[in-house]
């Protein structure tokens, strides 16, 4: 697993969605150039855990998996 530091806007963003387990969430990744990574584990809404390298710069949307 890469390990991943979200920025500040994206990390109000994920604070204001339900964890999937406790202190963490499991979500998608939507890179701006639709490449989406599945599964990204971040943990308290900033720092986490990615099956493949991205650039956070490079988000353009996250949403909960739905696995």
Known sequence: ???V???EEWS???ALLP???MGSQHVDVILK???VIK?????????????????PAD???IRLSTR
């Open 39 to 55: 599964n990204v584990v971040i943990f308290n809404a900033e720092e986490g855990h990615s099956p493949e390298p991205f650039d």
């Open 33 to 35: 150039k639709g490449r």
């Open 19 to 21: 964890e999937t387990s």
């Open 12 to 14: 109000r963003r994920l």
């Open 1 to 3: 697993m890469i390990p």
């Open 5 to 7: 530091h979200l920025n």
């Open 59 to 61: 988000i353009a949307d």
